[in-house]
């Protein structure tokens, strides 16, 4: 089975404009996320629409696709990535560009989802530990997601799912499991074509969480499951704890 990774990454991110460009130690953010992909994964490609991203990955020999900028998802912007240089393989992982710890064996985890061959649509996971906190639980920017007794995923909210009922809220992570949405995708190549045909569905709006819309079109996403933490960067304070996080890496 033949896997390609995606990168989409742009620059007008409201939040944090010019992210996938922001210095990490020496090597822009983007940069850290393709040297971890690649890895694992053979073929690796940043999908951006804008040249200085485009210039940036080039100069460091990394491969790169220009792609719209009207695109509302990072989905959509993988769909037309593997349409200009996709070479007939059967899975595209979409990884977020500001994951720069992720790790190659929560690629890998997701990868083996696809062993089985009904999986069209793979996903990523983590339990929420007790050492996490209910704040982080209860986080809107943190999504959760329930499973079913196949890994499948049920739904997915940036509320806390599930209620625990009869248990004071600060007990839930001692009194159940909960589960992290680790935002890394994987489809099969003609899945990722029909998904990005669909209109926006009521779940969707109503949650700004673009997989409702499978779900509530009745497609399956399985999830691969880690227990290894990642730290995306959402925000220049995240990027400062990130930089933190490095020096503790490196003096450990």
Same mark, same amino acid.
């Given at each position: 089975? $033949?896997?390609?990774?995606?990168?989409?990454?742009?620059?007008?991110? *409201?939040?944090? &404009?010019?992210?996938?460009?922001?210095?990490?130690?020496?090597? /822009?953010?983007?940069?850290?996320?393709?040297?971890?992909?690649?890895?694992?994964?053979? *073929?690796?490609?940043?999908? *951006?629409?804008?040249?200085?991203?485009?210039?940036?990955?080039?100069?460091?020999?990394?491969?790169?696709?220009?792609?719209?900028?009207?695109?509302?998802?990072?989905?959509?912007?993988?769909?037309?990535?593997?349409?200009?240089?996709?070479?007939?393989?059967?899975?595209?992982?979409?990884?977020?560009?500001?994951? /720069?710890?992720?790790?190659?064996?929560?690629? %890998?985890?997701?990868?083996?989802?696809?062993?089985?061959?009904?999986?069209?649509?793979?996903?990523?996971?983590?339990?929420?530990?007790?050492?996490?906190?209910?704040?982080?639980?209860?986080?809107?920017?943190?999504?959760?997601?329930?499973?079913?007794?196949?890994?499948?995923?049920?739904?997915?909210?940036?509320?806390?799912? /599930?209620?625990?009922?009869?248990?004071?809220?600060?007990?839930?992570?001692?009194?159940?499991?909960?589960? $992290?949405?680790?935002?890394?995708?994987?489809?099969?190549?003609?899945?990722?074509?029909?998904?990005? %045909?669909? /209109?926006?569905?009521?779940?969707?709006?109503?949650?700004?969480?673009?997989?409702?819309?499978?779900?509530?079109?009745?497609?399956?996403?399985?999830?691969?499951?880690?227990? %290894?933490?990642?730290?995306?960067?959402? *925000? &220049?304070?995240?990027?400062? $704890?990130?930089?933190?996080?490095?020096?503790?890496?490196?003096?450990?």
């Amino acid at each position: 089975m $033949k896997f390609i990774a995606i990168i989409p990454a742009r620059y007008a991110s *409201t939040r944090f &404009p010019g992210k996938p460009l922001a210095d990490m130690n020496g090597k /822009p953010m983007i940069q850290r996320v393709y040297e971890q992909v690649e890895k694992c994964v053979d *073929t690796v490609y940043v999908a *951006t629409d804008d040249e200085r991203i485009y210039s940036a990955v080039e100069s460091f020999g990394g491969n790169v696709v220009m792609t719209s900028q009207n695109h509302k998802s990072g989905t959509d912007r993988c769909a037309e990535a593997y349409e200009k240089i996709g070479n007939g393989e059967d899975v595209i992982i979409n990884i977020q560009g500001d994951e /720069p710890f992720i790790a190659p064996l929560q690629i %890998q985890s997701i990868m083996q989802c696809f062993s089985d061959s009904s999986v069209q649509i793979a996903t990523l996971v983590k339990p929420f530990t007790e050492s996490d906190g209910i704040d982080a639980l209860v986080n809107p920017n943190s999504p959760k997601v329930v499973l079913g007794v196949d890994n499948q995923a049920l739904y997915f909210s940036r509320s806390v799912i /599930p209620y625990v009922r009869g248990c004071d809220m600060q007990d839930w992570l001692k009194e159940n499991t909960f589960y $992290k949405h680790i935002g890394m995708y994987a489809y099969r190549a003609d899945a990722l074509k029909q998904i990005t %045909q669909l /209109p926006q569905s009521s779940l969707e709006k109503a949650e700004s969480l673009e997989q409702l819309r499978w779900l509530q079109n009745g497609l399956k996403i399985k999830a691969g499951i880690t227990t %290894q933490e990642t730290i995306g960067i959402d *925000t &220049p304070d995240d990027m400062q $704890k990130a930089l933190e996080f490095m020096k503790q890496i490196a003096n450990s």
